[in-house]
């Protein structure tokens, strides 16, 4: 079983960087991906990015390619988010997630099966 822990978020104001931490514990040997979603108040959760722990493939959502990048350290089993020129519409709690079986960096929150409880990032105007 692998357990997640993130980290990192706060109230920051517009055009500001923030970078998120996510901790793994337990299996982590038998993490294939990870991946980061957000949820605004009122919206539908939002795929950020993914990666493969091991062959380090990623992949974004569209409209944050270029601002937010992923990245994992396996030594430490902690995936990162960097989060710059961060915009109001950014504020949402943010997860973080992982699969133990997929391949490639889905989009779908089905996709994966262990979640962490979030960290909240909000951006001021």
């Known amino acids: 079983q692998v357990q997640l822990v993130e980290s990192g978020g706060g109230l920051v104001q517009a055009g500001a960087s923030l970078r998120l931490s996510c901790a793994a514990s337990?299996?982590?040997?038998?993490?294939?991906?990870a991946a980061w979603f957000r949820q605004a108040p009122g919206k539908e959760r939002e795929f950020v990015a993914a990666?493969?722990?091991?062959?380090?493939?990623?992949g974004y959502a569209d409209s944050l390619k270029g601002r937010f990048t992923i990245s994992r350290d396996n030594a430490k089993n902690t995936v990162y988010l960097q989060m710059d020129s961060l915009k109001p519409e950014d504020t949402a709690v943010y997860s973080c997630?992982?699969?133990?079986?997929?391949?490639?960096?889905?989009?779908?929150?089905?996709?994966?099966?262990?979640w962490g409880q979030g960290t909240q990032v909000t951006v001021s105007s």
């Open positions: 997630a992982s699969d133990e079986t997929g391949r490639g960096v889905p989009s779908r929150a089905e996709s994966y099966d262990t």
């Open positions: 990666i493969t722990w091991s062959a380090y493939t990623t």
């Open positions: 337990g299996r982590t040997f038998s993490i294939r991906r």
